[in-house]
């Protein structure tokens, strides 16, 4: 459940494709992650190749 205040976004690696979405995924927001946090998907991209999608 949403708290308020509190947004759900979804962002996008820019490489493979993957959607990290902030409902799904632990932690929830994306900008707290570590600096050397990667794609679960493709473990390439860092937290600054995705972008945030509708």
């Avoid at 308020?4 to 979804?10: A, P, V």
């Avoid at 979405?21 to 794609?39: F, G, H």
């Amino acid at each position: 459940m949403q708290s308020r205040g509190e947004e759900m976004t979804k962002y996008q690696c820019t490489v493979c494709n993957f959607v990290y979405d902030t409902e799904k995924e632990k932690p929830k927001k994306i900008k707290p992650l570590p600096e050397d946090w990667v794609c679960v998907s493709c473990g390439i991209c860092g937290r600054d190749i995705f972008v945030e999608i509708e």
